[in-house]
């Protein structure tokens, strides 16, 4: 069973519109991860946080930003979408009890018009 | 520069057939390599996570291997069945810095046909 909740699933929006993808884990992990994944293309890192009010950008540039207000919550936003935002978003946790080990969401599939 | 490299790039097998994936990586400090499996259209699951000083480790039908001194993974699946059909991916963790830096491998479409 996923601990690891996104929302929605898939989401076709209109260029401009202001987007947020939620994502919301239940196992009290420190750390958490935005990945952007395109078709058979390695996962690239957006965003992270070590923990309440910490955020960093990641390895690969985005115009997205993210927030960590609770622990168990780390949404991303978008303000203004744009087609090269169409991709795969993929949520992460992880914690020094799973030997920092990720656990994945499903991901939300970004398409936009 | 630090990478993963995975192959092949695509792999196509018949259901009860083994097979066996390679990763290869220049990833340096090197903590951990673990595999994933990601179903289309979702997150990946690990499968195994080998350290320096493991050189197998098994899980049900998938058996991992990890060569340090050549930097060299492998995945064999033994006895393939319908839902393993998926993208396996290789993911190297250096020791360097405090976010423990993990590095993604492109991934192997693995296709088992009835």
């Known amino acids: 069973e996923a601990d690891i909740y996104q929302t929605p699933r898939y989401l076709v929006i209109g260029t401009g519109k202001k987007i947020t993808l939620e994502c919301s884990q239940t196992?009290?992990?420190?750390?958490m991860y935005w990945y952007q994944q395109d078709p058979g293309m390695e996962l690239h890192l957006i965003h992270y946080?070590?923990?309440?009010?910490?955020?960093e950008k990641g390895d690969l540039s985005s115009e997205s930003t993210v927030s960590r207000i609770r622990t168990e919550h780390f949404p991303l936003t978008l303000e203004s979408a744009r087609p090269s935002h169409t991709s795969q978003y993929l949520c992460?946790?992880?914690?020094?009890?799973?030997?920092?080990?990720?656990?994945f969401g499903s991901g939300t599939r970004l398409t936009v018009v | 520069k630090n990478q993963v490299e995975q192959s092949p790039q695509s792999l196509i097998i018949l259901e009860g057939k083994n097979c066996t994936l390679q990763?290869?990586?220049?990833?340096?400090?090197?903590?951990?390599l673990r595999w994933y499996k990601q179903d289309t259209g979702r997150g990946p699951v690990s499968l195994t996570i080998?350290?320096?000083?493991?050189n197998t480790k098994s899980n049900g039908r998938y058996t991992a291997t990890l060569d340090a001194d050549t930097k060299q993974s492998s995945l064999h699946i033994t006895a393939s069945q319908l839902s393993d059909s998926a993208s396996y991916i290789c993911?190297?963790?250096?020791?360097?810095?405090?976010?423990?830096?993990?590095?993604f491998g492109r991934g192997t479409q693995l296709t088992v046909w009835p």
């Open positions: 992460a946790s992880s914690d020094y009890k799973t030997d920092y080990g990720y656990t």
């Open positions: 196992m009290g992990h420190d750390k």
């Open positions: 946080s070590y923990g309440v009010n910490s955020t």
């Open positions: 990763c290869n990586y220049t990833v340096s400090p090197f903590s951990n």
């Open positions: 080998m350290t320096f000083s493991e």
């Open positions: 993911v190297v963790s250096d020791r360097g810095s405090t976010l423990g830096r993990l590095y």
